[in-house]
């Protein structure tokens, strides 16, 4: 089964609009984190946002946050107001406690933002 | 502060060469990463090293070995390149601090290598 899981492989928003971007994942250890990482055309991999297993309230970084659903294990990126640098890959990814440090990414999904 | 550098930023290589991709970080981070990237796919992660002297396979090790004889360089080696190497290959470091309540221990990643084998 795949542990994380980015169901939407494109999209396109308006410039000035926010975007959500789907992410579920798949763990049974309690300790856990999420993350994402944009990656431009240019190539490199940037990180975004953080969300532990156990943190309480939704992370949340400039125009970026997170709509964490422990339940349904769902971690969702939002970016408020749109930007024409904000066009990219988007990679969830997650990192569970008994496997170390090592991440598992999903299969990305690609936002361009239209003026 | 570079943070990690990776060398060389792209290399055409026919099958069946060695090839060792290069990987420095200034951060004095313990722990370093090797993740590979096909067209159209996530990371996934081909071996790694928790500290100088330690490392470990990830998902894709098979065809590839590594080396953490300090804490900055975290070489990739590829005995004997065949053409489903091809990929774009990352580096990445972290700090490696106490894993659980509150530890974010965020990977950085390195500009990456595209390599082709053919």
């Known amino acids: 089964a795949q542990k994380i899981t980015q169901t939407q492989p494109g999209m396109f928003v308006q410039e000035k609009e926010a975007v959500t971007l789907d992410c579920t994942y798949d763990?049974?250890?309690?300790?856990?984190?999420l993350f994402w990482y944009k990656q431009p055309s240019s190539g490199e991999m940037i990180f975004l946002i953080y969300?532990?297993?156990?943190?309480?309230q939704n992370a949340t970084e400039g125009r970026y946050s997170l709509n964490f659903q422990k339940a349904r294990k769902s971690a969702n990126l939002v970016i408020s107001a749109s930007q024409l640098g904000d066009s990219a890959m988007y990679f969830c990814?997650?990192?569970?406690?008994?496997?170390?440090?090592?991440?598992?990414f999903g299969g990305g999904t690609r936002v361009l933002v239209k003026p | 502060i570079a943070g990690i550098t990776q060398a060389p930023t792209s290399q055409i290589l026919a099958a069946g060469r060695r090839m060792t991709l290069r990987c420095t970080q200034d951060?004095?981070?313990?722990?370093m990463y090797w993740y590979r990237q096909d067209l159209g796919l996530g990371l996934r992660l081909i071996h790694y090293?928790?500290?100088?002297?330690?490392?470990g396979k990830g998902e894709v090790p098979d065809g590839y070995s590594v080396s953490r004889a300090n804490t900055d360089d975290f070489p990739l080696t590829l005995a004997s390149a065949v053409p489903s190497q091809t990929s774009v290959y990352f580096c990445?470091?972290?700090?490696?601090?106490?894993?659980?309540?509150?530890?974010?221990?965020?990977?950085?990643f390195g500009p990456g290598t595209r390599l082709t084998v053919l």
């Open positions: 990445a470091s972290s700090v490696q601090g106490l894993i659980g309540r509150g530890s974010t221990d965020t990977q950085y």
């Open positions: 763990t049974s250890d309690p300790s856990y984190g």
């Open positions: 969300q532990g297993s156990y943190d309480q």
């Open positions: 990814a997650m990192r569970e406690g008994a496997a170390g440090n090592k991440l598992t």
């Open positions: 951060m004095r981070h313990n722990a």
């Open positions: 090293s928790n500290t100088a002297g330690t490392t």
